[in-house]
């Protein structure tokens, strides 16, 4: 007898930690789950499940890397990611968890689980951290395979005029926090984490080595370069190994958004760091050595398969999924009614701040402690 039917909220289920061969992305499907197994299943009608990787009946992780030939580690996690083929009995594992589902939500879907999907006839729709990050709150990337559900998803586009408003804030604040060395330099490069699915290419993780000619090349003959590393990772991201004069290298500690605020700043250079997608709304020209993050749709009309659209907070809501998910199934009336959190709300519950934090949060802090040495000093 065949399972009945439901909803899963799933992410990518392969994702180890960085460290050990556990988990990365099971906290973050249950998030997702929290969040949206009330409006599913309000649109729907149907049960609104989870699908983790973990030891409470959740998926076979280690299981599935050992039918897929693959170490179980980061390296293993890499080389499945984007695969376009897995073994058979690998892929029939994978398949199996996904019985009954009649749409999947996913939370930042790996390549190799989008492609299955697809092949199985289940319509899925990816849920993503967008690379504009500089706004009151969070915001995700959509993208799904299925036209009917992308024609209903433009909708919620939201276009570039949308951002630019909350750049011209963001750099308006910088005034505010001017940085602690004048930035002489018209490019900054950005470091990124080691490990980023957006850093996967061929099957492995690259960094600003693996793109030392495009990289020469984006920053000329300048004298002095800018470089930002990620507050989690201060190796420097390869780029000491790039080829590049260590004496036309300037480390910056400040933050990106005070950096990106600095009219002498012309140009930021990445692999695929969401900082450089972030740079045209500053003015700034943007130079991906690697492949962006997220390839978004320039306007509404050009949203298309391959593309992600930029939804701000329509995706809370019953409503939202209500239109998706009919090209799919039944669904429920709508009511009409529209999801309200306060800023930051997103930011906060995830624990994921990319340095918005700095402004937000600390600005008041900082401005305390300028104005008591002021008084100190009279």
């Known amino acids: 007898m065949p ?8 992410g990518d289920l392969l994702r180890p930690q960085d460290e050990a061969f556990r988990p990365a992305q099971a906290g973050n499907i249950r998030w997702l789950h929290r969040l949206l197994r009330r409006p599913l299943g309000a649109a729907t009608g149907l049960p609104v499940e989870a699908l983790a990787w973990d030891a409470a009946g959740g998926f076979a992780t280690p299981r599935f890397y050992e039918l897929a030939g693959a170490a179980p580690d980061i390296e293993g996690w890499a080389a499945l990611f984007d695969a376009p083929d897995l073994p058979r009995k690998a892929a029939a594992l994978l398949a199996a968890a996904f ?12 390549d190799v689980q989008k492609r299955l999907l697809t092949r199985l006839g289940i319509a899925w729709i990816d849920l993503n951290i967008h690379p504009v990050r500089f706004g009151p709150d969070l915001l995700m990337a959509v993208a799904t395979d299925h036209a009917e559900i992308l024609a209903a998803l433009s909708q919620h586009h939201a276009e570039d005029q949308v951002f630019e408003a909350w750049a011209d804030l963001m750099a308006a604040t910088a005034i505010k926090m001017p940085p602690h060395f004048p930035v002489e330099e018209s490019t900054l490069i950005v470091g990124q984490t080691r490990v980023d699915r957006a850093l996967i290419a061929g099957g492995r993780l690259t960094d600003l080595r693996d793109h030392a000619e495009a990289l020469r090349r984006a920053v000329g003959t300048e004298p002095r370069i800018l470089f930002r590393p990620h507050p989690y990772n201060p190796d420097g991201f390869g780029l000491f190994e790039s080829g590049l004069p260590l004496h036309r290298i300037r480390e910056a500690a400040e933050n990106v958004y005070v950096l990106l605020g600095q009219d002498r700043l012309q140009r930021v250079v990445g692999v695929s760091s969401s900082v450089v997608a972030e740079a045209r709304y500053f003015g700034k020209d943007g130079i991906f050595l690697g492949a962006p993050p997220f390839r978004l749709a320039p306007r509404r009309d050009a949203l298309a398969p391959g ?13 939202f999924w209500r239109e998706l998910l009919a090209p799919v199934m039944p669904v ?15 930011r906060l519950s995830l624990r994921q701040f990319w340095g918005r934090d700095e402004i937000t949060f600390q600005l008041p802090f900082d401005l305390a402690e300028t104005r008591a040495a002021e008084r100190r000093g009279r």
Do not use: C, K, M, Y
Request: net charge negative; no cysteine.
């Open 3 to 10: 399972p009945p039917p439901r909803i899963l909220v799933t």
């Open 99 to 110: 019985d009954g589902a009649v749409a999947v939500i996913g939370f930042e879907l790996a």
């Open 332 to 346: 429920t009336p709508a009511d009409g009614h529209r999801a309200s959190l306060p800023p930051d709300s997103l």
């Open 307 to 319: 593309l992600h659209a930029s939804v701000i907070d329509a995706w809370l809501s019953a409503d």
